[in-house]
């Protein structure tokens, strides 16, 4: 190394900054750094809204890659991209319409809303005051006396109540078809199923992925990436068959997980969750079940075993981006909070500035979503399974007598003879006596047994149509890139003075290498483009600095995330080498220029380490 060149020293930890600073902290450097910061601000701005900034989408891009690696490319999954905007008949379907609300209560001085939920758990020690019923919300926040956090004004016996969160919008001009902006990017695959099933050849089970935009019109907007109105998911529908479909255990079988299941969130007084069992101080006192995806199936903690397969793959891949296992959890749904459409549902959640984030959603969705919209739609979300061999099988049918039915029941008939054909596929004992009973437009109606022209008979079949249940993890890839950003933050002494440094995976940093001319004089300049340019390339994010003294470059960098720094000195114009510097450990190796890109990779990848240099 050139005796001009300012090694660093090796760097000294820091104690970590308190919980209550780190999301400041960590706000102020991205909004100066280019991470994230408020969008729209020339014009005031909009809560909920944010723009990520070259670094923040740079980061975002990496994650959302290192993302569809695993869930597509390895896992073997097929990725689309649907629209945002889908017509309201889709969400009526699914159920968002009426059951996709959060708690909203006015201020009645100054007409402020608040999410009621997030009232109680600010002023409380409760975690999840979302699974609670209305009632109980409303009698906490009584209880505990609260105020609106704008004016001050006493909300005790102020309604509660329910607030959908989607976007509303026309679709076309004039009587144009209303639609709504999507609120998770599932339904874009649920409702191309029928098409989707013909790609995968009618072969179960088999995934579709998607990342991409969603929209929720929060309430009240907060902390930065976690509560926003527009975000990025990245969602896996798996859909399998309920009866033969198994996961490949044994490839997480051995990962261990820290759980925090729902029956150790509640107190033992009949199922009913305590306040202090909601809380964080609680959860964190011997309330966490520690154990193996293999001993969490067999001990029956997480009852569905695709969830406990995701479950497994995906904390390997959090740690992979650069989550920190020590500040890492899954937490079980309560009954209270379970979505409308799921059985059981798990969330992955991360702690930041002293509290739990949900950054993960692992839902079994059962057959909710493709039933919905079969029976909504005029297309068949069902999927033909081939048996092995032929079946005889007794099937049961009616031919309603509709010259019998017709005078009988005059306009009502055609809705009789339907309930009629629903009844003896569903229970054909129902047609074993004189008089059947049906049930048609919310009306109850009898007909003679022989007029229904009721037979079994024995038919071969060479299968059966089935509905797929759907596995899904939902990933938060917003949340998941503030919570890389906030474990990742760090400081030292080097040199005796604090340096603040990203401790990013070079898998997810925003810049591979920096590029530095010791001095841009004497052809270090343009020896050091040389190299940028190569490295460019060969395919690595690059920046290139030449401004400040050479520690000052360093710390920028350090900040940002960039695992390796490059400098070109006058060693390098005699002998073609250059100074590699390793961010976390500050430690700096010769290597030869022509061999940089190979090294680099190495580094990247782990399969090499800056002291065996």
């Known amino acids: 190394m050139s005796e001009d060149m300012d090694a660093d020293a090796d760097a000294e930890a820091l104690e970590p900054i308190p919980a209550d600073e780190e999301l400041e902290t960590v706000a102020e450097l991205a909004k100066r750094r280019g991470f994230f910061f408020p969008a729209s601000r020339a014009y005031g701005g909009v809560a909920g809204f944010y723009t990520y900034g070259p670094e923040g989408a740079a980061l975002k891009r990496n994650v959302e890659d290192a993302w569809r690696d695993l869930f597509v490319t390895q896992e073997g999954h097929m990725e689309i991209s649907a629209p945002d905007v889908m017509p309201e008949p889709v969400f009526e379907a699914s159920g968002h319409l009426d059951g996709f609300d959060d708690m909203i209560i006015e201020c009645p001085e100054c007409g402020t809303n608040h999410r009621a939920d997030h009232l109680v758990e600010d002023a409380t020690r409760i975690e999840e005051a979302e699974s609670l019923p209305i009632p109980e919300v409303e009698a906490l926040i009584a209880e505990y006396d609260l105020d609106?956090?704008?004016c001050g004004a006493s909300l005790t016996d102020v309604p509660v109540e329910?607030?959908?969160?989607?976007?509303?919008?026309?679709?076309?001009?004039?009587?144009?078809?209303?639609?709504?902006?999507?609120?998770?990017?599932?339904?874009?695959?649920?409702?191309?199923?029928?098409?989707?099933?013909?790609?995968?050849?009618?072969?179960?089970?088999?995934?579709?992925?998607?990342?991409?935009?969603?929209?929720?019109?929060?309430?009240?907007?907060?902390?930065?990436?976690?509560?926003?109105?527009?975000?990025?998911?990245?969602?896996l529908e798996h859909f399998v068959d309920p009866d033969e479909?198994?996961?490949?255990?044994?490839?997480?079988?051995?990962?261990?997980?820290?759980?925090?299941?729902?029956?150790?969130?509640?107190?033992?007084?009949?199922?009913?969750?305590?306040?202090?069992?909601?809380?964080?101080?609680d959860s964190s006192d011997g309330k966490y079940v520690t154990c193996t995806v293999q001993e969490a199936v067999?001990?029956?903690?997480?009852?569905?075993?695709?969830?406990?397969?995701?479950?497994g793959l995906a904390r390997d891949w959090y740690e992979r981006v650069g989550v920190d296992m020590d500040r890492f959890r899954y937490r079980q749904h309560l009954s209270g909070e379970l979505a409308h459409y799921a059985a059981d549902c798990?969330?992955?959640?991360?702690?930041?500035?002293?509290?739990?984030?949900?950054?993960?959603?692992?839902a079994y969705r059962s057959d909710y979503d493709l039933s919905k919209h079969g029976a909504h739609s005029d297309e068949e979300f069902t999927l033909f399974k081939q048996y092995d061999?032929?079946?005889t099988v007794e099937r049961a049918t009616v031919d309603p007598d509709m010259s019998v039915l017709g005078p009988e029941f005059g306009g009502d008939a055609g809705?009789?003879?339907?309930?009629?054909?629903?009844?003896?596929?569903?229970?054909?004992?129902?047609?074993?006596?004189?008089?059947?009973?049906?049930?048609?437009?919310?009306e109850s109606y009898e007909v003679d047994v022989e007029h229904t022209n009721f037979a079994r008979e024995e038919v071969t079949e060479s299968g059966e149509h089935i509905t797929p249940h759907v596995v899904e993890p939902s990933f938060g890839i917003g949340r998941i890139v503030y919570t890389v950003l906030t474990h990742a933050y760090d400081r030292d002494l080097v040199d005796g003075e604090e340096r603040a440094f990203l401790d990013l995976p070079p898998e997810v940093a925003p810049t591979t290498v920096g590029v530095f001319p010791l001095m841009d004089k004497d052809g270090l300049g343009e020896r050091a483009r040389e190299v940028e340019a190569d490295l460019r390339q060969a395919g690595f994010a690059v920046a290139y600095d030449d401004s400040g003294n050479i520690g000052r470059r360093y710390r920028r960098q350090d900040e940002v995330g960039t695992p390796y720094c490059v400098t070109v000195d006058y060693e390098s114009l005699e002998d073609d080498t250059v100074t590699v510097r390793e961010r976390d450990s500050t430690e700096q190796a010769r290597v030869d220029i022509e061999e940089l890109p190979v090294?680099?990779?190495?580094?990247?990848?782990?399969?090499?380490?800056?002291?065996d240099l």
């Not at 409702?191 to 929720?216: I, M, S």
């Not at 509290?355 to 692992?362: K, L, Q």
């Open 148 to 150: 609106c956090t704008t």
């Open 162 to 235: 329910e607030f959908n969160l989607m976007f509303e919008t026309n679709i076309g001009p004039g009587s144009s078809q209303p639609g709504y902006l999507r609120p998770e990017t599932a339904q874009g695959i649920f409702v191309e199923f029928p098409q989707l099933k013909q790609y995968a050849r009618n072969q179960l089970p088999f995934g579709v992925a998607q990342v991409g935009t969603a929209w929720r019109n929060e309430i009240s907007p907060r902390r930065a990436l976690v509560r926003v109105r527009e975000f990025t998911q990245a969602e």
């Open 245 to 281: 479909d198994e996961p490949p255990l044994h490839r997480v079988a051995d990962v261990e997980l820290t759980l925090y299941p729902a029956d150790e969130q509640e107190a033992d007084d009949g199922g009913e969750a305590s306040e202090a069992s909601r809380t964080s101080s």
């Open 298 to 311: 067999d001990e029956n903690i997480v009852a569905s075993d695709w969830v406990a397969y995701y479950l």
């Open 346 to 362: 798990w969330d992955a959640e991360a702690e930041l500035g002293g509290d739990w984030v949900e950054i993960t959603g692992f």
């Open 389 to 391: 061999e032929p079946k």
């Open 415 to 442: 809705a009789v003879q339907e309930a009629l054909n629903d009844l003896v596929e569903r229970d054909p004992d129902a047609f074993d006596g004189e008089v059947v009973e049906v049930e048609a437009d919310g």
């Open 599 to 611: 090294t680099l990779t190495a580094l990247r990848t782990g399969s090499t380490d800056i002291a």
